[in-house]
């Protein structure tokens, strides 16, 4: 089981920018097998939704809303992947949740085994 923990959720203004970090651990974990990584978000009243996800070998999607913005990028040797969001917007405001799953890309939720227990996002003016 793989253990994910976020961090670098806040506040911020419109405009701003924020670096989240996903570390991932677990006792059958190993860093050749990390995986996809992706991150999603879910807003109150609000289905969970991709924000982005990163295949072992570099492979990236990304959300239409996000694309020109947010960049995902992953250390394997640090088991961590990050999203650097800039140009923040309050529609961006959500708990945002990094998630992994073996196998290939895929932008489905139901498809990732592995969730974080999500980090605070808030985009206020």
């Known amino acids: 089981q793989v253990e994910l923990v976020e961090s670098g959720g806040g506040l911020v203004q419109p405009g701003g920018s924020l670096r989240l970090s996903c570390v991932a651990s677990g006792g059958a974990f190993s860093v050749n097998v990390l995986g996809v990584m992706g991150w999603y978000r879910q807003a109150p009243g609000n289905e969970r939704e991709l924000v982005a996800t990163?295949?072992?070998?570099?492979?990236?999607v990304y959300a239409d809303s996000v694309k020109g913005r947010f960049t995902i990028s992953r250390d394997n040797a640090k088991n961590t992947v990050f999203l650097q969001m800039n140009s923040l917007k309050p529609d961006d405001t959500a708990v945002y949740y990094c998630?992994?799953?073996?196998?290939?890309?895929?932008?489905?939720?139901?498809?990732?085994?592995?969730w974080g227990q999500g980090t605070q996002v808030t985009v206020y003016s």
């Open positions: 998630a992994n799953r073996l196998g290939i890309i895929t932008t489905e939720s139901q498809d990732y085994a592995n």
């Open positions: 990163i295949a072992g070998g570099g492979n990236i």
